[in-house]
């Protein structure tokens, strides 16, 4: 069975200040998704990773990925208020269609 | 960019009334589409996968009666909670993923805005 694994579940940072946060999970996958939700809301998807090696930015938010070592972090550069929401980060299985795995999911709060 | 569209998006009744939740994909066809539930301050947990002409596929200790799928176009999925009753208050999502695509698609499954069920 796969387990995806967040730490923290939860963060609190100021403004300007770099985090990271980390996604493991438990089997050999080929795709690894990262989502933002805000409360109340549905799911924003953030970055599709598919290769070993795989980094890819999207403003303050990097996000990379380890196949060998079963991890995928969320690099928060100059954290923003905007920023505040819950991550999570959700893995398909190989050779599986479609089907994702979330992580236990990362409340971050960025005060001023 | 492709949208899904999830109604109603807040339903609130009585314990042992049947509620359906809708969820289309407005400008792609989808052939599979996934329902979550989430409870608060939780993760999302996939209760089944949709398949357009064929009976869904539930997860591990979702109760195929309770919660009826339906997918019977490409661009439309039901999901029923049938007999209602507050441990079934929930956040439910769905996700729809393009069906253009061949094998499993390496794009991200686009979510509906979500339903918020409250049983009283």
């Known amino acids: 069975e796969l387990k995806v694994e967040q730490n923290p579940l939860f963060l609190s940072m100021q403004e300007g200040k770099n985090y990271t946060i980390y996604c493991n999970y438990s089997?050999?996958?080929?795709?690894l998704y990262w989502y933002r939700q805000d409360p109340g809301k549905s799911l924003e998807s953030l970055f599709v990773?598919?290769?070993?090696?795989a980094v890819k930015q999207e403003g303050r938010l990097m996000a990379s990925l380890d196949t060998k070592a079963r991890l995928s972090t969320l690099h928060i550069t100059a954290a923003v208020h905007d920023l505040s929401a819950t991550y999570f980060c959700a893995v398909g299985l190989t050779g599986t269609a479609s089907k994702l795995t979330f992580g236990t999911g990362t409340r971050l709060q960025v005060t001023l | 960019g492709a949208v899904v569209s999830q109604h109603p998006s807040w339903v609130i009744c009585k314990s042992g009334t049947s509620v359906k939740i809708e969820c289309r994909s407005l400008d792609f066809q989808a052939t599979t589409m996934f329902w979550y539930r989430q409870f608060p301050k939780q993760s999302l947990m996939l209760m089944a996968t949709?398949?357009?002409?064929?009976?869904?596929?539930?997860e591990q200790g979702v109760e195929k009666d309770k919660f009826l799928i339906n997918h019977a176009s490409l661009t439309l999925s039901t999901l029923t909670v049938t007999s209602a009753h507050p441990e079934d208050s929930s956040f439910y999502i769905c996700s729809a993923e393009d069906g253009t695509l061949m094998g499993y698609s390496n794009q991200p499954q686009h979510f509906g805005d979500g339903t918020r069920l409250s049983i009283l």
């Open positions: 949709s398949n357009e002409g064929s009976k869904a596929t539930y």
């Open positions: 089997t050999t996958s080929d795709r």
């Open positions: 990773l598919l290769s070993n090696g």
